[in-house]
């Protein structure tokens, strides 16, 4: 056991030094209390580097990663000199674990590094993933993917080469209401789904963000939040669309003269099933709606981090308060761990990028009917 691997988050330290008080009171050896926690090589919790500390890292991630058991975070990449001694200190970070975007391939020799996960603008996911791949660290990306099915396709080619997992953040497929949405096509509890109605939008503020520029964002509310609503759909259905049409809409708002503002869309599923989705930087929309052949679902909100509600069929749906990203998280610690492939590979975030080609073609095409 390394110096290294004694280190954990400052939080977790004082959870630890409680288990190692409890456990001496109960005449147990401390090792196999602290093994217990995260040392010995079977229980070791793989390491995590956020790369990006923005508002996601800053509000969910990092936090997350206390709730963990199966990984923490061992290690920070910023671009913001200011921002490493709070990290450092917050999360009790050691110096020689804190890169920046030029040394970040240094990594590859960080034995407390085992994931980096990449929360950055939209255009920076292909380079930091194929990147950390290269550095042979196991990769988790936030979506959208990245910005290009070309560039989706060049990372998921150099986490095969490299012999490294990659996984989309997509963590409502962890979420228990979405997973009952998922099931509902997989085990027939509705009979065959019939329609799917998927919006999600809301009214961005600052005007010089990223999120509002074409070369950092790739695209407007449809690369941000409409993936989700092309995600609900196809796992609605439990299909794959193979046509669509869309149609994009500008008030003549300052704020939209990169991307768009508001997108609509209709997808068609096999057997002449339809979805309907809109997507937007300028309303306030977050529900899912699924008809089918015995009955209903529902979530309204439904792609939020927690407070999710809804129903199905003739049942509430209420779940106790739940961590979607702790979850997702653990759940690709245990890939790496098992060797095991993600539910949410790149090929999953791949599939959503072919979409939103197809989006933006029939937006350039007046609307017209788009194969997939
Ligand atoms: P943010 O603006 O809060 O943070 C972006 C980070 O990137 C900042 O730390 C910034 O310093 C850094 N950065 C590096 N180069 C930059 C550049 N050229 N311009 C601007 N920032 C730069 O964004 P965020 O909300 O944390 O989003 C980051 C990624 O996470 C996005 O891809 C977003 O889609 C994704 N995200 C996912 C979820 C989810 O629920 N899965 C939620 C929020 C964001």
New binding site residues.
């Given amino acids: 056991m390394t110096s290294k691997e004694n280190r954990v988050p400052r939080r977790d330290f004082i959870k630890k030094s409680a288990l190692g008080v409890s456990a001496l009171s109960i005449g147990l050896p401390l090792n196999s209390a602290i093994a217990s926690g995260c040392t010995s090589s079977e229980n070791k919790k793989l390491g995590v580097a956020l790369v990006?500390?923005?508002?996601?890292?800053k509000g969910q991630l990092a936090p997350s990663l206390l709730e963990t058991e199966h990984c923490y975070l061992s290690a920070i990449v910023?671009?913001?000199k200011e921002k490493e001694k709070a990290w450092a200190e917050e999360y009790n970070i050691p110096k020689e674990n804190i890169y920046n975007y030029e040394n970040f391939d240094d990594i590859a020799s960080n034995k407390d590094v085992d994931i980096v996960y990449v929360?950055?603008?939209?255009s920076?996911?292909a380079e930091f993933t194929i990147r950390a791949a290269k550095a042979g660290k196991h990769v988790i990306c936030?979506?959208?993917m990245a910005v290009s099915v070309a560039e989706c396709e060049a990372m998921i080619k150099a986490c095969n080469d490299n012999n490294v997992k990659l996984s989309i953040?997509y963590?409502l497929h962890f979420d228990p209401y979405h997973k009952k949405i998922i099931n509902l096509s997989r085990e027939g509890t509705l009979g065959t789904i019939n329609h799917v109605r998927a919006d999600f939008a809301f009214t961005i503020g600052d005007p010089t963000?990223?999120r509002l520029k074409k070369s950092?964002a790739g695209g407007g509310a449809l690369m941000?939040v409409g993936v989700y609503c092309i995600q609900a759909c196809r796992y609605s259905f439990g299909q794959e669309p193979i046509a669509l049409r869309a149609q994009a809409f500008n008030s003549g708002n300052e704020k939209f003269k990169e991307v768009n503002e508001t997108i609509t869309w209709q997808m068609e599923f096999p057997d002449g099933k339809i979805s309907n989705s809109t997507t937007s930087y300028a309303m306030s929309v977050n529900s899912l709606f699924v008809s089918a052949q015995k009955g209903k679902a529902q979530l309204m909100p439904a792609y939020s981090y927690g407070g999710l509600k809804g129903f199905l069929g003739n049942e509430t749906l209420d779940f106790p308060k739940f961590n979607q990203q702790a979850a997702q998280m653990d759940a690709f610690a245990l890939n790496v761990k098992h060797n095991t492939e993600s539910i949410v590979p790149g090929e999953e975030g791949l599939k959503d990028m072919k979409v939103i080609e197809a989006i933006f073609k029939s937006i350039e095409q007046d609307g017209a009917r788009v194969l997939i």
């Fill in positions: 990006g500390l923005g508002g996601y890292s910023t671009g913001t929360v950055l603008p939209n920076m996911h936030e979506k959208p953040g963590r963000q990223w950092l941000d």
